[in-house]
Every structure is written in C-alpha cells, then in structure tokens.
Nanobody, 122 residues
Framework: QVQLVESGGGLVQPGGSLRLSCAAS????????MYWVRQAPGKGLEWVSQ????????YYTHSVKGRFTISRDNTKNALYLQMNSLKSEDTAVYYC???????????????WGQGTQVTVTS
C-alpha cells in the first residue's frame, strides 16, 4: 500500500533552517510528481511546493520562493524540503503528498503522510 512518512520537523528560531524528509513506498515513486502541503494553526491546507518526476522541474508558492528548496532522490524513494530563513508564518504541520490538484475548486491529494510539525518561534 502507498505510504508516505515525513520526518525532520521541529522547533526553530526565525531565520533558522530545517530540512524535512519524506520516505515513500508502495507506488512507483519515480513516475510521480510529489508535493509538500502545509496547514498552519487554525487555517486550511496550503500548497507549498511540488516537483516533477525527474526532479528537474520545481514549483513554489510565492511566500516561500527563494527560501525553500524541494528535491528528491528517486534511488531512495525520498522527497525533501530544505527550508531556510524561516518565519513565524511558516509554522504549520507539513505533509508530503502525491497526486495533488484543485479538483472541483477544492485542493486535494490522493495520498498524504501523517505530517511533521514545524514551529518557528523566538
């Protein structure tokens, strides 16, 4: 079965860095675009970043451009999100996901991980 397991979250100060990892299994990882999605306290899901199957095409929401870098290692079935210059606004549970899109006006993904908490505070 499809499994996505996030790790690497934690507590960091503003301006700090954190690297999130996602271990994927149960599907042809290298054939799928992958996504990072987050949910801040009291807010809805927000698409953060995505990467194409080969890793050469990356996309980011405006608020994280220049600060976050999505990458993948298809030999390890692993997805990463390097987060630099973190802000308090980045505080959220971060999810690794597959098959995301806006379906009928609602952002959805076909598979999600359990999520990893990122807290940015002084």
């Amino acid at each position: 079965q499809v499994q996505l397991v996030e790790s690497g979250g934690g507590l960091v100060q503003p301006g700090g860095s954190l690297r999130l990892s996602c271990a994927a299994s149960g599907f042809p990882f290298s054939n799928n675009w992958m996504y990072w999605v987050r949910q801040a306290p009291g807010k809805g899901l927000e698409w953060v970043s995505q990467i194409n199957s080969g890793g050469g095409g990356t996309y980011y929401t405006h608020s994280v451009k220049g600060r976050f870098t999505i990458s993948r290692d298809n030999t390890k079935n692993a997805l990463y999100l390097q987060m630099n210059s973190l802000k308090s606004e980045d505080t959220a549970v971060y999810y690794c996901a597959r098959g995301c899109g806006n379906y009928s006006g609602i952002f959805r993904c076909d598979y999600w991980g359990q999520g990893t908490q990122v807290t940015v505070t002084s």
